[in-house]
């Protein structure tokens, strides 16, 4: 499924891409519903399952941000799970993954963009937060925009690039070798998407460490 294929509703154009995104966010939060109506002390296969996926994601998380798992996981981890679905979804027959367009990973980098002065206000409070802008000269006010733009492009990018790319190698092995190479192209995308999900996690995660430990930092001195 070309993800650039789109439908109209009236005068409103829909992408295909966007239909795959809100199909994956509705399935997400059916499953996280259905998941948690019955949760007990004893727990079964299911809850076994999430409450290891939740142990593994707090203890990523406190590895980069000591005592603040709680508060981070809540967005690190969707952005982990929504990104992994949606690039495993590319292996689903005629349906190009989501985070193969554009527009969707500069929607999820825009988010991490806002989340990370989020957090660093949160942190300590609006003025405290901005002047880190200007430390440690006013000079570098233009230098700290910069970065904020360059990364946030960056992200979105390297997302979109890499699982663009992994689709593409795909069609072309498929051509080349037929239906004698499935398997292994298979594993090729799954193992790349739970990568490519990883590191898009973390380094939203390093993002808004940043912009926490800045304020510690300040308020130590």
Known sequence: MNPELSFH???ISIAMSIVLTWGIMSLLFLFSWLSTR???EEPGPTQTILEGAVTVMMDAIEEVLPGKSEMLLPFIGTLWIF???ANLSGIIPGISAPTGNLSVTAALAF???????????????????????MSPSPILLPFHLISE????VALAVRLFGNIMSLEMAALLVLLVGGLFVPIPLLMLHIVEAV????????????????AIASQQRKKNE
Do not use: C, D, N
């Not at 733009?149 to 946030?152: E, K, L, M, P, Q």
């Open 9 to 11: 509703i009236g005068p």
């Open 149 to 152: 733009i360059s990364r946030t």
């Open 195 to 210: 990568v490519q999900a990883y590191i898009f996690g973390m380094l939203a995660l390093i993002y808004v460490s940043g």
């Open 111 to 133: 988010l991490v963009f806002l989340s990370v002065h989020w957090y660093g206000i949160k942190s300590e409070g609006v003025k405290r937060y901005l002047l880190h802008y």
């Open 83 to 85: 990104i992994l679905v």
């Open 38 to 40: 019955h949760l007990s």
